[in-house]
């Protein structure tokens, strides 16, 4: 036996096509679902929404599926670059019969061309990659530049960003971008699933439920903006 054995076997040509066919038929599904947009298409939308629920880097948008449904009052957009992930979202919302969540491709430093500044209630960044390498720090959906974008759009009063990771690294770092840049911390747990805090909260998104399966504690902050 060599040491190759123990790989993974090599993929043929034909099954790259076939990973690659059921892309292209989960980007056609995303095109095909009615409450799922491109960015350019959303942009064209004569939209009047506001106090707005927003989920960054939502993967399916499952997560948002559910308060969608619990709160038919508000309106929920499930925003990432990856419509094959969104598509999922989108497909469950509709056979639900939500006419108040969409799902917009687009990239998280896009975010004011999706909502407009001012219109967000809650924005929630749940499981963000982690981008463990220093050089990569940039691209953490909590790094400085994207939260100065987050402020623009949360102005209410009483507008939060809410967070969920299991990534104990991704979360101390995020509290030190929270207090360097003004923001105040209002709930905070190193195990949202046996804490107190609301139910809602414990709604679980795709990657909650791999994480949480596996024994994981979810840690949870929600911060409130300083806009002095
Ligand atoms: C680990 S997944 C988590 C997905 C989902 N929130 C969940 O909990 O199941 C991270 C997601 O963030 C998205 N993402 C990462 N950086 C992004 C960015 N700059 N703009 C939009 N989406 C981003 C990825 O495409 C991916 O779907």
């Not at 747990?189 to 024994?215: A, F, G, P, R, V």
């Amino acid at each position: 036996m060599t040491s190759d054995d123990h790989k993974t076997p090599m993929l043929e040509p034909d099954d790259f096509v076939i990973v690659r066919k059921r892309k292209k038929y989960r980007f056609a599904q995303f095109a095909n679902t009615r409450n799922c947009y491109e960015l350019v298409q959303w942009q064209k939308l004569d939209k009047k929404s506001s106090e707005i629920v927003l989920e960054v880097g939502a993967g399916t948008g499952l997560f948002l599926v559910e308060l969608a449904t619990l709160h038919p009052e508000k309106t929920y957009i499930a925003l990432d670059v990856k419509a094959d992930r969104l598509q999922k979202g989108g497909r469950e919302a509709e056979s639900r019969g939500l006419n108040n969540i969409f799902f917009v491709r687009s990239r998280a430093d896009q975010l004011l061309q999706v909502v407009s500044a001012g219109s967000v209630q809650e924005l929630w960044l749940t499981f963000s990659d982690p981008f463990p390498k220093k050089s990569d720090a940039k691209r953490r959906l909590t790094a400085p530049n994207f939260l100065e974008i987050y402020k623009k759009a949360l102005v209410f009063k009483n507008a939060e960003l809410y967070m969920k990771t299991d990534s104990h690294a991704l979360f101390d770092w995020s509290l030190e971008q929270f207090a360097a840049h003004n923001w105040q911390i209002q709930q905070l747990t190193n195990d949202l699933h046996e804490s107190n805090l609301e139910d809602e909260y414990k709604i679980m998104t795709t990657y909650e439920k791999k994480w949480t399966q596996q024994n994981l504690p979810i840690y949870f902050v929600s911060v409130a903006p300083n806009h002095r």
